[in-house]
Each structure stands twice: as C-alpha cells, then as structure tokens.
C-alpha cells in the first residue's frame, strides 16, 4: 500500500487511522513549510518518529542534558561512539551506564510523541507513507503506543488548545513566579506533603522547579519529559491560580542618535464637518455588513461552527476506533457470558468496554442491531445530527454456538408466554 497526497484532502487524523486499522509496517513521510517529519509504524502501531530538520540523536542527547542527566561532555562523546560503532544512541547511553532504562524510555517517549502532536497542528504538507516489511527503532526502550490513543490525546489538545492558547499566545513568552511566591515549595500530588507546601499535579510540580523568569515556554517544554500540551497546560493552571506572571522583557539600551526632523503635522478633521459625517456613514455601512455576511463566512470560527469542520476529521477517526472497540467488546462479551448482548448498554454493566469516553458520551453514539434470524449483527455510527452513517458501519456473522443458544432460548419464552397461567381460587 502506498498512500500520497495533501493534508488539505486527507487529514492526518484520516492517514493514521487507516494504517492503523490496516495494520501497516512502514514509514509516512510528512513534509512541511519548515520541517520534513518521518513516522514509523510496526503493525499499525508507532514506534519512531524523527525530524530532517533537527535530527533525532541530537533532540534525544539534548533533552537528557537539559533534563541534568549528562553533561555536554559526555554527549559529545556518546554521539562519537554512536557513529563509531553505527548504534542508536540508546544502545550506547545503557551499555555504558549513562541514563536508568526509564529515564531513556521517558526521553524516548517525549520525542517521539511530541514530533507527532506538533504535526497535527500544521495547516498544510505533502504526505507519502511507504510499506515495508520491517523499521527500525529502540526496540528494547522503547513500547509500541496504539495509534487510538494517540488520536484521542490529539483530539482533546486540539479541543482544549485554543483556550489556553488565548492566555498564552507564544511558546516564546517568558514566566517567573508571582510576587510573594518566590520561595513557596511546590510538590506533586503523587508525594508525601509536607508543612507549608502546595499539592499539585505532577505536571505543574515539574514545571514550577523550572520557572525562573529567563526559560521561554519552549525551553521548560525541552527540559523536561513532557509534551507541549502538558507544559503549556501546567503553565495555564499556574496562570489561573496567580501563582506565576509574565515576565518582563529586557530593556535594550538605545544607542545614541541625533534627533530626527519633527514630523509634518496631521490634517485633523473637525467632528462635525461634512467629511467626517461622510466618513462615519461609511464605518456605519462596514459595520452593517459585517454583521448580514459574517455568520456566513466560511472562515468565521465564532458564528459559522468552523470548529466542528476542523476537528471533524480527528473526531471521524476516533469514532471509527469505537466502533471497532465495540466490536472487539461484542466478541469478548460472548467469550465471557456465553451468549451475544441485546443492547450496548451491557457492555458497559459488563465492564467489557473500557478506556476514554468517546465523542459521543457512552454508546449513545453507535446502534447495535442484533439478528438471530439472520445469524448477524450490524453496528453502525450516527452524525452529530444522529442519523445512521454509512461511513461508520460493520457486519459480523454469529458464532454457530451462540446462534443456537439464543433460538433455544426464544422458543423457550415463547412457549412460556403460550402457557395457560394456572389460577387458584380460594374460597
């Protein structure tokens, strides 16, 4: 299989989804305005990503001495190594005993997923992904993340990400601590608290060490294992709570210059002249018209519901890994009891369907149509409008067993319903 194109005629929410579901063994190639970004996948799942721009050894080298466990030195000297002995840098980092085997995984982790997020928010790029038998990656350090999950996390940062975007327009803003807060301690809610500290997220303990009015948002996000959602989120909370503000930007000197020409007075228009009343006739006529045709504009996020049409790719893929979740759940549900459920809603009682909620709230979204008669059942998507999408739909043949157990048992009730009910008068 080979797939080429746009991300303005197939989303990225689109692409993985289908070498997901299709589980692919290859690499997809997305390149961009500023950066060429690859992702491997081994049967469907991702298990590397790197970048032409910066590439990966030296992200992964550099976020371990950011994160104050090597010193440039000794980077230097293990990227040498690694293309001395032509090993992935992991192989050399644990052979001689420079980083623990979670922290490597954690530095891998944060790399990978975070070249992935940062794709998502590209508005355009030319993709190809090329099938092959086999990739590679660290696969000692490294676990394979199922491709769903790394829809869901992309849907939610893309649903949550405008919001915090508001409060904090740039990763190139600068925060210090909040006046009177300089020297408050700080711990997770995972660790034991201590007198006089503040419980918080694990997210926002890591990010307050790292807070010291000179690292920009960027430079937080690349010293720690974290990805930029769950830095600039930490960040917004902190914001929320007051506990930290905006640093200042540093004054530069001017240096000294004569004093330039006074500029040539502005023609001021009297408020009342007949050119000002012709001028605010024509602000009066912008602004009717921009409240007639603004709804209308397919580029109005407010008023034209551009949101639901820009997340509904993500939204689409997501809905088609539930299906296939449920599908799995029907299978597991006969496994266990025996016998195929009635409704959805006992998948759930049954705790066979577990993880994220999806889109839509529980099944809500999904039908179930089972039929004995024609030894089946059908699952199908609805539209946000809740209409059946054809889109969004599968078919599955009964197991044999199964099938007979549920005809016995509807001949059953239906002769218990033909039996004359026996009355006893007392007199």
Not at 327 to 352: I, K, M
Not at 355 to 382: C, F, H, M, Q, S
Request: hydrophobic content about 40%.
């Amino acid at each position: 299989m080979a797939l080429r194109g746009t991300l303005r005629d197939f989303s990225l929410g689109e692409i993985l989804q289908l070498i997901s579901f299709q589980r692919k063994t290859g690499v997809l190639s997305v390149e961009g305005e500023e950066d060429t970004v690859s992702v491997s996948f081994l049967d469907g799942k991702v298990v590397a990503a790197d970048s032409l721009k910066r590439r990966f050894e030296n992200r992964l080298g550099n976020l371990l001495v950011r994160a104050g466990k090597l010193t440039p030195a000794v980077l230097n000297e293990v990227l040498e190594e690694q293309k001395r002995l032509e090993q992935r840098i992991g192989f050399v980092l644990i052979n001689r005993g420079l980083v623990s085997p979670g922290d490597l995984q954690a530095a891998l982790r944060t790399q990978i997923l975070n070249l992935i997020y940062r794709l998502f928010r590209w508005k355009d790029g030319r993709y190809y992904f090329s099938q092959e038998k086999s990739v590679e990656y660290e696969v000692d350090h490294f676990t394979p993340v199922a491709t769903e999950n790394i829809l869901m996390e992309a849907a939610r940062m893309s649903d949550e990400w405008p919001l915090i975007q508001s409060r904090i327009p740039s990763l190139d803003i600068v925060f210090r601590r909040a006046p009177g807060t300089e020297k408050l301690e700080i711990v997770s809610e995972e660790d034991e608290k201590p007198p006089g500290t503040l419980a918080v997220p694990p997210e926002e303990a890591i990010v307050w060490k790292l807070i010291d009015g000179k690292r920009t948002v960027t430079e937080i996000t690349e010293a720690t294992f974290l990805s930029d959602f769950d830095v600039v989120k930490a960040l917004d909370r902190m914001l929320a709570r007051h506990l930290i503000v905006e640093a200042e930007p540093e004054k530069a000197v001017p240096p000294p210059a004569s004093s330039p020409p006074p500029e040539p007075a502005k023609e001021v228009i009297p408020p009342n002249t007949p050119a000002a009343l012709v001028l605010w006739g024509v602000l009066a006529a912008l602004l009717l018209l921009s409240v007639v045709f603004l709804p209308r504009n397919s580029l109005n996020f407010v008023l034209s519901g551009a949101r639901g049409s820009y997340l509904a790719p993500v939204e689409n893929s997501i809905s088609v890994a539930w299906l296939q979740r449920l599908d799995r759940g029907l299978e597991v549900f006969y496994l266990n009891e025996g016998f195929y459920p009635a409704t959805l809603a006992e998948l759930a009682s049954a705790a066979v369907v577990e993880g994220a909620v999806p889109i839509e709230a529980g099944t809500a979204g999904y039908r179930y149509i089972l039929r004995v008669n024609d030894n089946k059942y059908d699952l199908y998507g609805k539209t946000l409008d809740g209409k059946l999408d054809p889109s969004l739909s599968l078919s599955r043949t009964l197991d044999p067993v199964a099938r007979q157990a549920m005809i016995t048992e509807r001949h059953r009730k239906a002769e218990a319903r033909r039996k004359p009910v026996k009355i006893d008068v007392v007199n």
